[in-house]
């Protein structure tokens, strides 16, 4: 949905919700002014956002002003900087052709302990991929006439700062774990070492409490014992505890159960 407030007030800004359509207008308008030429480096022209924030406008109904737009696109940036470090990363295994993963389960446990922002990928695709290609060309971050490998050997051994994702809607809005899932890999945002410190302190005994504390769980189900074989690794007990809702913390390990009936 939209926004509460009603789009047809067309002279007051509206507040900012990216539905699945909303980014899907936002993608096609940026795609047509970067082929037009209006984002000769790496930001549109002061023409450029002229012509995307009046076609939003005419496109949707709804008055986006060029601030709330930036901030999308800022957020758009950064996704597809993470699917393209994902994607280039050999033991992901990604296949252009069949447009999936063949990675095993412990390669992407492996991947997302070590880049935690790109479990929202885990099982889903960044949408409109070919339109970011075209126009990112496979980059994303600020230097973006930098190679991809370039940036990846240059930043390597160092956590990307993750742009929060407060943004309401940007998923479908159907997908409710996987938002709460991103707010969750959203809460580390830039990983210091005091941060790298506090992720090695979601124990075993924590999840456990967590989890005895769940009355949508019956202690010795066959849910709760699969719930004790995902706490063995660290990072499913970080994921679980940053949830913060019982409801979307039991759907998440019912997702996982579903994926991989067995943690081992």
Not at 44 to 73: A, C, M, P
Not at 131 to 141: N, P, S
Not at 219 to 228: D, K, M, N, T, V
Request: glycine fraction near 4%; charged fraction near 30%; hydrophobic fraction near 35%.
């Amino acid at each position: 949905m939209a926004s509460e407030q009603s789009i047809s007030d067309i002279g007051r800004k509206a507040k900012a919700t990216w539905t699945h359509a909303f980014h899907k207008i936002f993608v096609d308008l940026c795609l047509e002014q970067t082929l037009k030429g209006n984002r000769p480096g790496t930001h549109f022209t002061k023409e450029g956002w002229t012509n995307i924030v009046e076609s939003f406008h005419r496109k949707l109904g709804v008055r986006y002003d060029r601030k709330q737009l930036k901030n999308h696109w800022d957020v758009t940036k950064e996704q597809w900087k993470i699917w393209s470090k994902l994607i280039e990363n050999r033991s992901m295994k990604w296949d252009p052709t069949t447009q999936k993963f063949g990675a095993s389960y412990e390669d992407w446990a492996n991947y997302i302990e070590e880049n935690p922002e790109a479990a929202q990928f885990r099982f889903k695709e960044l949408p409109f991929t070919k339109e970011l290609q075209t126009i990112f060309d496979g980059t994303a971050v600020s230097e973006e006439t930098e190679p991809p490998t370039r940036r990846r050997k240059k930043n390597d051994g160092l956590a990307t700062p993750i742009l929060a994702m407060k943004e309401q809607g940007f998923n479908k809005p159907d997908r409710e774990i996987e938002r709460h899932l991103d707010a969750a890999v959203e809460s580390r945002s830039v990983v210091t070492v005091q941060s790298a410190e506090r992720r090695q302190n979601y124990s075993i005994g924590e999840c456990i409490e967590c989890l005895d504390r769940m009355e949508e769980v019956e202690e010795g189900s066959e849910l709760y014992l699969f719930a004790l074989d995902v706490f063995l690794k660290k990072e499913h007990r970080e994921i679980f505890l940053q949830l913060k809702k019982p409801s979307v913390r039991m759907a998440w390990l019912q997702r996982l159960k579903s994926v991989c009936p067995t943690s081992h």
